[in-house]
Nanobody
């Protein structure tokens, strides 16, 4: 059974940084596509970033381009979302999601309906 556990959320001032972690169990990272999503109160869930099974292809939402970085550590089967230059509008619950891949490759997705497994979410609040 594939399971995802997020951690690393918290309260940070505008301009600050946080690193979110998504610990994956049940499959190794070369067999899953991972996406990070967020959902603010009253808004739809949106795709923030994703990383392919090859680990070399990534994709970002325009709203976080240049501020957020997705990466992974295969040794601990964990995907990270480094968030720098945080803004109040980044305040959301952040979720990681997984899609078991049919083959090793370079595609990843930021659309919700592509993903089969979800973590429980971690709250990020950006406020002074």
């Amino acid at each position: 059974q594939l399971q995802l556990v997020e951690s690393g959320g918290g309260l940070v001032q505008p301009g600050g940084s946080l690193r979110l972690s998504c610990a994956v169990s049940g499959l190794t990272l070369d067999k899953v596509i991972i996406g990070w999503f967020r959902q603010a109160p009253g808004k739809e869930r949106e795709g923030v970033a994703c990383i392919s099974t090859a680990g070399t292809s990534t994709n970002y939402a325009e709203s976080v381009w240049g501020r957020f970085t997705i990466s992974r550590d295969d040794g601990v089967n964990t995907v990270y979302l480094q968030m720098d230059g945080l803004r109040p509008e980044d305040t959301s619950i952040y979720y990681c999601a997984a899609k078991p891949a049919q083959s090793y490759g370079y595609a990843c997705y930021r659309t919700i309906d592509r993903y089969d497994y979800w973590g429980q979410g971690t709250q990020v609040t950006v406020s002074s």
